[in-house]
């Protein structure tokens, strides 16, 4: 069974950064998609931003071009989630995936909040 992690999330106020983690516990980490998505309260889960295998390919929501970046450490089994510029849209639990939204695995989220 895989374990997701998520840590780094708190309350900012707007414009600041956060950068979130997400720590898996098994060793074919390095073999799988990762990706983050967040919720906010009475929306749907959306994707935020996604990174390929060996992390060549990324892709991100068009609300967070140019704001958040993706990344990750295959060594140290980890993802990290660069937020910059924040935005109180940006407010929700994010969560971290691995091996996409339909059959992966997902952390327990974490929440951040970003106040006017």
């Known amino acids: 069974q895989v374990q997701l992690a998520e840590s780094g999330g708190g309350l900012v106020q707007a414009g600041a950064a956060l950068r979130l983690s997400c720590a898996a516990s098994e060793r074919t980490f390095g073999r799988y998609f990762m990706g983050w998505f967040r919720q906010a309260p009475g929306k749907e889960r959306e994707f935020v931003a996604g990174i390929s295998a060996s992390g060549a390919s990324t892709w991100s929501a068009d609300s967070v071009k140019g704001r958040f970046t993706i990344s990750r450490d295959n060594a140290k089994n980890t993802v990290y989630l660069q937020m910059n510029s924040l935005k109180p849209e940006d407010t929700a639990v994010y969560y971290c995936?691995?091996?996409?939204?339909?059959?992966?695995?997902w952390g327990q989220g974490t929440q951040v909040t970003v106040s006017s």
């Open positions: 995936n691995q091996g996409g939204p339909t059959n992966g695995y």
